[in-house]
C-alpha cells in the first residue's frame, strides 16, 4: 500500500485501462507488449474466454518499432487511430481528431433540439440551462484527457459562442459580453 508521503516518490505506471469487455493494453517496448498479449490471451483461455482477433488492434505511439504483435500465430492489425469509450487516440498522441468528432456530434445534439432554441414560449435563461446540461456536456465528453492547445480551446469556444449566438438571437460577434446577464 502506497502511503500519501510516498506518493511524490513512487512512479506508479499505467499498465492497462478496463471497461466492461474492453481492455487497451499499454507498453514501452514491442517485447513488452507480445507479452502482455500472450499473457492476456493464457489467461482468458484458462476461464474459457478468447479473444477476438478481428476486433483487436495495435496502434504504436512515438515509436518507430513496426515489428507485428501476433496472437495464436496470426499478426494485429496496426491502425493509425482506434476509438476507446467514445474518445478517437491516434499515433501523434493529439487531440484534434477527437474534438473534431466531438464538434460534429455536439452539432447534431444542437440541431435536434432546434425547437427549443426557436421557441418564444422557454425563457432565455432556461434555453442556456437546456444548453449547458444537454450541448457542452456532449462537447466537453472526454475533454479531461485532450492535450489542451490554444487552437483546441479557441476552436471549442469558437463552436460555443455560434450556438449562443443562434440561441440568444445576437448578430454580433461579442457574446461574452452577454453571459454576465444570463449567467451562462
Known amino acids: 500500500m502506497i502511503s500519501a508521503s510516498d506518493m511524490y516518490t513512487t512512479r506508479m505506471e ?95 445534439a444542437y440541431l435536434q433540439l432546434r425547437n427549443i432554441w426557436n421557441s418564444k414560449q422557454l425563457s432565455t435563461n432556461t434555453k442556456v440551462r437546456i444548453f449547458n446540461t444537454n450541448i457542452k456536456t456532449v462537447l466537453l465528453y472526454g475533454a479531461e484527457t485532450w492535450r489542451t492547445t490554444k487552437a483546441i480551446i479557441q476552436k471549442i469556444q469558437a463552436f460555443i459562442d455560434g450556438c449562443l449566438r443562434k440561441i440568444l438571437w445576437i448578430q454580433s460577434l461579442k457574446v461574452r459580453k452577454h453571459w454576465t446577464a444570463i449567467s451562462i
Not at 31 to 45: C, L, R
Not at 49 to 60: F, Q
Not at 63 to 85: A, F, H, M, P
Not at 88 to 96: A, T
Open 14 to 108: 499505467l499498465d492497462d485501462l478496463d471497461f466492461t469487455d474492453d481492455l487497451t493494453l499499454l507498453s514501452h517496448t514491442q517485447q513488452q507488449m507480445q507479452e502482455k498479449t500472450n499473457s492476456v490471451a493464457a489467461a482468458s483461455a484458462a476461464v474459457g474466454l478468447n479473444i477476438h482477433k478481428g476486433k483487436s488492434k495495435i496502434l504504436r505511439y512515438n515509436t518507430g518499432c513496426t515489428n507485428r504483435i501476433t496472437l495464436d500465430g496470426e499478426d494485429l492489425e496496426d491502425v493509425k487511430t482506434s476509438t476507446y469509450l467514445g474518445s478517437i487516440i491516434d499515433e501523434q498522441g493529439g487531440s484534434d481528431a477527437d474534438m473534431k468528432a466531438r464538434i460534429g456530434k455536439t452539432r447534431a
